[in-house]
């Protein structure tokens, strides 16, 4: 098990919790991931704009792991879903590869269309499984109650991601919960987006499909919210006290990468996995938890 | 109002990646009933846009701010009875709108971003600062192969837009 690790824009920058507690659950379980200086913005940000040059920016990427012999490992839904559909297309058209490497080869690269993208929490699910993570809990997280958001570039277009995952009834982050001893709690409109793609559009209609989940994790009576993308994160952590302030409700749901949720499982302290960097404070949930 | 109509519109949109699939559409609705962004906000319509397309509305699609709106959830692509694949046909309308200069101003923002830095939200000397006290390795400030690359399409040039915000 050994990946490039592509942090992509956002997780360097704002969620650099989330990133540290990847690495540290990784390490601990035999994940190797290579740091790479040369990797960019994957494309997905551009492809509203010219579906050309995100393709390119995706092809760039790839090169540059397929250059180390190496398949990526994202820890962002929205780098998962533009790598891995990039990669795709290359991998089968002949053509659109040639055309690719016409402009590549202007930047001194070329890529042969050989690599394989995976967003993190699919390697813990396919790679380690939900019975060795299980094996590996020293301190279960009985009595937690975790709603999990799967954001939507995690397992759509499902023609993408091989289906590995349903796009109606997603589950492989509720056996990752169940794995650690919590209890993974079901809400109503479980597959909504966060919104996130469009909050710089429309900042209203964004912050107000955020709220409308958190409603519905807060009624189903969920202690936490676990998910997978640094962008969801920052419409539920960074944005949470925005939309409580904007509408006047409270939700005080404390939002956790789930590499943060299994580093405390695999006995880890909150410290070392960044608890006390998230936005809503983690406190109250850890003492829950005896920490 | 009913405005100068394209009937080649859909031709031109059913040519680009993405746009294959235009023509099929039945007008079932069932993208719209699972719209989140819909759920909120009405003017959101993507069955709309799509039969505006294919009517040949090309000005009034194009230069409109909804095409902006699809949050690209792939909910509607997921369901589609006729394979549309609506997220990528507002991608193909998007691309479109571009070249028309009709980009939305956070996406012109983004173009600019990322050109400059390679990198949507670029790192700074602070963040580095803080990645060293966390032990996470530095990053690059910049990348100048997507510089290049911006250049190699030409979208280096793309500047502001007419029209929307």
């Given at each position: ?17 989330f ?11 035999g ?10 913005c ?9 579906r ?65 993208v ?42 993408v991601?091989?289906?590995f ?15 650690l ?5 079901e ?33 189903a ?36 990468y ?15 996995l960044?608890?006390n ?6 406190s ?8 | ?10 031709d031109?949109?059913?040519?680009l ?24 906000e ?16 090309r000005?009034?699609v ?11 959830c792939?909910?509607?692509q997921e ?17 479109l ?13 983004r ?38 690359l ?16």
């Amino acid at each position: 098990m050994k990946y490039a690790f592509f942090l992509g824009c956002l997780t360097p920058v704002m969620a650099r919790h989330f990133e540290l507690s990847a690495r540290k659950v990784a390490k601990k379980l035999g994940v190797k991931l290579v740091d790479v200086e040369d990797f960019a913005c994957c494309g997905f940000p551009i492809m509203s704009v010219d579906r050309e040059t995100a393709l390119l920016m995706a092809a760039r990427n790839l090169s540059v792991a397929e250059d180390l012999g190496l398949d990526v490992c994202t820890v962002c839904n929205g780098c998962a879903s533009t790598l891995t559909e990039a990669s795709k297309e290359l991998m089968h058209d002949q053509q659109l590869r040639d055309r690719v490497n016409e402009k590549l080869k202007k930047i001194g690269r070329t890529y042969k269309g050989n690599v394989r993208v995976k967003h993190f929490a699919r390697v813990l699910y396919e790679d380690v499984g939900p019975e060795k993570i299980k094996s590996q809990v020293k301190n279960s997280l009985e009595g937690l109650k975790v709603a999990s958001h799967y954001g939507c570039h995690y397992l759509k277009p499902s023609s993408v991601f091989d289906k590995f995952e349903d796009p109606e009834f997603p589950r492989t982050l509720d056996i990752l919960i169940s794995a650690l001893g919590a209890e993974a709690v079901e809400y109503e409109d479980k597959i909504h987006c966060c919104g996130g793609v469009i909050l710089d559009v429309d900042d209203k209609i964004a912050l107000a499909m955020a709220q409308e989940k958190l409603e519905h994790i807060k009624a189903a009576g969920a202690n936490a919210i676990n998910l997978i993308c640094p962008l969801c994160g920052s419409m539920y952590d960074r944005n949470q006290r925005v939309i409580e302030r904007r509408s006047g409700a409270t939700y005080n749901l404390p939002v956790l990468y789930y590499t943060q949720v299994l580093g405390l499982a695999l006995g880890l302290s909150p410290e070392e996995l960044g608890l006390n960097m998230n936005r809503v404070k983690t406190s109250d949930l850890l003492s829950k938890l005896g920490f | 109002m009913i405005t100068k109509l394209d009937p080649k519109f859909k031709d031109e949109v059913s040519k680009l990646p993405g746009g294959q699939n235009i023509k099929r559409c039945f007008q079932c609705g069932t993208c719209n009933v699972g719209c989140p962004v819909r759920e909120i906000e009405e003017k959101y319509n993507p069955r709309k846009i799509i039969r505006m397309t294919v009517l040949g509305m090309r000005e009034r699609v194009l230069s409109s701010n909804f095409i902006w709106l699809c949050s690209a959830c792939y909910t509607c692509q997921e369901r589609c009875p006729q394979d549309v694949r609506i997220p990528e046909v507002m991608n193909t309308l998007k691309n479109l709108a571009v070249k028309e200069g009709y980009i939305h101003s956070s996406f012109a923002k983004r173009v600019e971003l990322v050109g400059t830095h390679g990198k949507l939200f670029p790192i700074s000397q602070f963040d580095n600062t803080k990645r060293e006290e966390l032990g996470l390795p530095q990053i690059p400030l910049e990348n100048k192969e997507v510089k290049e690359l911006f250049k190699l399409t030409g979208l280096n040039k793309l500047s502001s837009a007419k029209g929307e915000e």
